[in-house]
């Protein structure tokens, strides 16, 4: 995104910090979460916030969490979580999703976060893009993202991403699992 202010790094143990301190300026995202929602683990009831931000941390160490991490000069700004399926099994509106069929994408777009007073500056569409080029050279596949219509719902609510967002890179409107909710694919080439 040579057009962009900003600059992608992935998330690993040389970025953990960055993201880790986006993460605490903004009360743990979503009461709490540490973008753990979207894993299996999340299914654990019970778990302190502090367990969260460990348990992300494990996954980050054994490379079993993947993000394109969005800075701004030497400050994380943002991220766009994704992974393969089986690292991201938990989705918004999975009874809708299941019932509606289409087989198994070979990566998920699960969450995505922008920096409060950073809202509308296009870093969730520099983190989508990331997150798309990071894929690409992880060998490429089929991507699904599952957002929403951002007239629709609260800037701070749209952790999925916005439909006009993904539409701007390409995705394609597969199918609505929700009101305002929608599969959105594509596919993309390996680097």
């Not at 894993?39 to 654990?44: I, K, T, Y």
């Not at 809202?119 to 089929?142: D, K």
């Not at 007239?151 to 539409?167: K, Q, R």
Request: hydrophobic letters at 40%; charged letters at 25%; a neutral charge.
């Amino acid at each position: 995104m040579s057009d962009s202010p900003y600059v992608i790094k992935a998330l690993d143990e040389s970025t953990w910090s960055d993201f880790a301190d986006l993460v605490e300026r903004n009360g743990g995202i979503f009461g709490g979460c540490w973008c753990m929602g979207f894993h299996p683990e999340a299914a654990d009831k019970g778990v302190s916030v502090d367990e969260k931000r460990e348990r992300k941390r494990l996954r980050v160490r054994a490379a079993t969490a993947h993000a394109a991490l969005v800075f701004e000069g030497d400050l994380c700004v943002g991220w766009c979580q994704f992974g393969p399926p089986q690292e991201l099994t938990r989705i918004k509106s999975r009874a809708a999703y299941e019932r509606t069929g289409g087989g198994s994408p070979d990566w998920r777009i699960a969450c995505c976060y922008v920096d409060k007073g950073r809202r509308r500056q296009g870093v969730a569409r520099a983190a989508l893009g990331g997150a798309l080029e990071l894929i690409a050279t992880l060998g490429g596949g089929t991507v699904e993202g599952y957002p929403e219509a951002a007239d629709a719902v609260p800037a701070g609510f749209l952790f999925n991403g916005a439909l006009s967002t993904y539409e701007q890179l390409g995705f394609a409107r597969d199918r609505p699992i929700g009101k305002h909710r929608w599969v959105m694919t594509k596919t993309v080439e390996p680097l």
